[in-house]
């Protein structure tokens, strides 16, 4: 069956260091998206891609940058992790056809 | 500046009752609307959309009411079940874009 798969589940992190999260998607959907879920705040779009070598900042992109090189995956990078971006992240993804995104089970990432 | 609001963080209902979940939004431009579920340790699962061209949708015991005089929507679980405590958020998305924009979610228990 395909999906959405985020890798590591669960991650503890000191401030400053480079951390990458991984989503991967068997879809074969050309739309990913990157969320953040914060209490308060529901979930806030990151970055986004419409597909291969397109990326596109989201409303809280400051700090994360990402990267489409192909269709299945769409890596998070946080350049120097900061304490306010301890959070759960989400990816998602679509195309036209499904007309809605689906998510992936989230990573939990704590930063020290 | 928040353009989708629930309101309510939190909401309890006998089971059997009718659960009412409500979603304001403000962005004119927004012309399809999305409701999320989400359990908790999981990613968020899409459960009913609707068009601003109508003004309902129903799927089994989830029906959603869509007012756009009243940018205001609403999704209505009946009979409610315990299986149906969760957290809810809203979406909505404008014509030709992939973006959603969330509300903060609703909190729903079902007592039994």
């Known amino acids: 069956d395909a999906e959405i798969t985020q890798s590591p589940r669960h991650k503890i992190t000191e401030t400053g260091r480079q951390v990458t999260l991984a989503c991967h998607q068997t879809w074969n959907h050309n739309n990913m998206f990157w969320y953040r879920q914060d209490l308060g705040h529901g979930l806030r779009l990151i970055h986004y891609s419409y597909g291969v070598q397109d990326t596109n900042k989201g409303e809280v992109s400051d700090g994360y940058s990402v990267s489409r090189s192909n269709t299945e995956d769409l890596p998070l990078t946080l350049e120097s992790a900061a304490s306010s971006q301890t959070s759960v992240y989400f990816c998602a993804s679509s195309d036209v056809v499904t007309d809605t995104q689906y998510f992936g089970p989230g990573t939990r990432l704590t930063v020290l | 500046d928040q353009q989708v609001k629930q309101n309510s963080p939190s909401l309890s209902v006998q089971e059997g009752r009718i659960s009412i979940l409500n979603c304001d939004y403000t962005n004119s431009m927004f012309d399809y609307f999305l409701w999320y579920k989400k359990y908790p340790a999981e990613g968020p699962t899409f459960l009913i959309s609707i068009s601003s061209i109508k003004d309902k949708n129903e799927d089994g015991r989830f029906t959603v009411f869509l007012n756009k005089s009243a940018k205001h929507l609403s999704l209505h679980i009946v009979p409610s079940q315990p299986g149906d405590s969760a957290v809810y958020f809203c979406?909505?998305?404008?014509?030709?874009?992939?973006?959603?924009?969330f509300g903060t979610g609703t909190r729903l228990t079902i007592i039994p």
């Open positions: 979406a909505a998305r404008d014509f030709g874009n992939e973006k959603l924009t």
